[in-house]
């Protein structure tokens, strides 16, 4: 295909591009639906994909990675700017000085597009127009990745369209090559608007739109512009005593329920009355202040990148119908008998034969010492948002949502109450930068130690820690304090004396939302202790649930020695990570709590 644009610096970077990597054809996406249906049958002519049953899951496909190449690789992912403080303290993704990162990915990509096609992927994150979008251009190697970004991000000549003549835009440059492990680097320039990525063929480190754009070089992006770019959830809660739908975003690590938020499916009590929770977004939020003074926010995403093991009828039914159709489904098990797919805890019983994620044949007793499952433990689905049956009306909303609450969570056994409201921004600000899970058994063999992961952002800042604290704390400063969204911290995982979690979570989680917004709205009173504001055990509904009051005063109470040996060790993880580079106002709350505990 031709040319779709005019744009000297687009067909710069693809004439740079296809220089470097030599492919025998360029193809342009256009976004058509024809093109898109040839791509498909293409790549399942030559095994690449599977088409799966019409009937069962129309428009769907699984496709295989390398088994080297299963995961998003963080010790092999960098941040290249030019100073290294600018990238620092990264404890995950790591510094590389950018003439040295050019160069060797120039050296590793050179000439590694022979006998193959460069497709060059004209792409909005965010609705085409919106003040909120930004447009990139990806080219790569795979129609894998093609095929991807057409579900998760919008494509097509608009994109070209609205980029103009002279529109700059996002570089992504992708390229299989040999899929060694050894060269495998995700390469972030975000003084460049920049990224490279080579020698991996996985979703996560190949559809840069996502964490590569979304998250590492639009934190940059927003701190240059005065915006954020979170990795949280946005959803909308519809009440009935609301004259409007009340929208929140949520940050949460791994593990955490960020996906079962933000599809939440309330308890029957709460459907009948009328309450419905619309998702506008299941991973990342731009927020930007809006002209109203209010924090407004957007999904930059089309699709949804979920993981697929454990997502069942009962633990996210909206995640599940979402993959119903248009689907691509990548290292799940392959059902041979009626050409469909299965992943472990999609149903109660395992079929009694699949091809496993490797391609071998697979039984349940393959299985049987728990370390050969059918589906990689990792693997995805990228379904079409618009799949979701719980999908905001504002989905494609060009001004995105006014955030009424932020909410950052963890996964704490004790210590950490159900619910507590922050005093302010800035000691909101303080409450996402102590973010923290504590580590199980199985993950490392020690239970308890504490992980930290402020804002659920570690491995996706684009730039210092420090600097990014800072940028909250200046965002706070744009917006009127009765116009900030109030920020909050949930823990759905307190356990009792014997293990067992005392909050039922998932669609009870509601309860705790209906707080929230009451909150908001300042139609119920806290009390405030140590740490913040905390719900008066009677304004948390749990009629109906198995949680007696005693138990919920028990998830309510906040322990000041506890707490005082909290901020013992958060001071120890500042001054370990930040040192004086940690800003002021983060420090103050800081001393405030520890004298709050002494009291």
């Not at 050894?182 to 320039?189: D, G, M, Q, V």
């Not at 929208?247 to 955490?256: G, K, R």
């Amino acid at each position: 295909m031709t040319n779709m644009t005019n744009n000297k610096k687009v067909l710069k970077f693809v004439e740079d591009s296809a220089a470097l990597a030599c492919p025998d054809k360029i193809v342009w996406i256009d976004g058509s639906v024809e093109q898109r249906d040839a791509l498909r049958a293409e790549a399942v002519a030559t095994g690449e994909m599977i088409k799966l049953n019409e009937e069962l899951l129309p428009d769907c496909y699984l496709h295989r990675t390398a088994e080297n190449d299963v995961a998003r690789v963080e010790d092999r992912t960098f941040i290249c700017s030019r100073k290294e403080e600018d990238a620092m303290p990264h404890s995950i993704v790591k510094w590389m000085d950018p003439e040295k990162a050019y160069k060797m990915a120039a050296d590793i990509a050179r000439g590694k597009m022979k006998g193959r096609t460069m497709y060059v992927i004209p792409y909005s994150m965010g609705v085409v127009g919106s003040p909120f979008s930004r447009i990139g251009i990806e080219v790569t190697d795979s129609i894998y990745v093609v095929l991807n970004m057409e579900i998760m991000t919008r494509v097509g000549k608009m994109c070209l369209d609205e980029l103009g003549e002279n529109g700059d835009f996002v570089k992504g440059f992708h390229c299989k090559c040999d899929v060694d492990p050894e060269k495998r680097y995700i390469l972030h320039f975000p003084e460049d608007d920049t990224i490279i990525s080579v020698n991996s063929a996985y979703g996560g480190n190949v559809l840069l739109g996502k964490k590569c754009f979304a998250l590492r070089i639009a934190t940059y992006l927003g701190k240059k512009e005065g915006w954020m770019a979170e990795h949280m959830l946005i959803l909308g809660c519809k009440r009935p005593q609301d004259k409007e739908i009340k929208y929140v975003a949520a940050a949460f690590p791994s593990a955490c329920g960020k996906t079962n938020l933000a599809m939440l499916i309330p308890p029957k009590e709460y459907l009948d009355a009328g309450y419905e929770i619309q998702t506008v977004g299941d991973d990342i939020a731009w927020i930007r202040v809006g002209e109203d003074g209010r924090l407004w926010a957007a999904n930059p995403e089309n699709g949804f990148f979920g993981v697929a093991p454990g997502t069942n009828e009962h633990s996210n039914p909206n995640a599940l119908a979402a993959t119903k159709k248009g689907t691509i489904f990548t290292n799940v098990a392959y059902n041979p008998e009626n050409n469909t797919v299965w992943w472990e805890k999609l149903t109660k019983e395992a079929p009694a034969h699949l091809i496993d994620w490797k391609g071998n044949p697979w039984t349940p007793e393959t299985n049987a010492d728990g370390k050969h499952p059918a589906a990689h433990p990792n693997s995805r689905f990228t379904a079409p948002a618009e799949n979701c049956p719980c999908i905001s009306p504002e989905f494609n909303s060009k001004q995105g949502v006014p955030l009424s609450a932020i909410i950052f969570g963890g996964r704490r056994a004790t210590t950490t109450p159900l619910v507590y409201q922050s005093r302010d921004w800035n000691h909101g600000t303080f409450v996402g930068t102590i973010m923290s899970s504590e580590t199980t058994a199985a993950a490392t063999g020690a239970v308890g130690v504490l992980r930290h992961d402020p804002m659920a952002m570690k491995p996706f800042m684009g730039y210092s820690v420090d600097q990014y604290f800072q940028h909250w704390i200046d965002m706070g400063k744009k917006v009127p304090a009765d116009k900030q969204p109030k920020i909050f911290n949930v823990n759905w995982f307190r356990q009792d004396e014997k293990g067992d979690f005392m909050w039922p979570g998932f669609g009870d989680n509601m309860r705790v939302l209906d707080w929230i917004l009451d909150r908001c709205e300042g139609k119920v009173d806290a009390q405030e202790t140590a740490i913040g504001y905390v719900p008066y055990a009677k304004d948390i509904n749990i009629k109906g649930t198995d949680v007696t009051e005693e138990t919920l005063d028990k998830l309510l109470y906040v322990d000041k020695a506890r707490w005082a040996a909290e901020a013992e060790e958060i001071e120890k993880y500042y001054d370990d990570n930040f040192g004086d580079k940690l800003p002021k106002e983060i420090r103050e709350n800081l001393e405030t709590l520890k004298r709050n505990c002494a009291e």
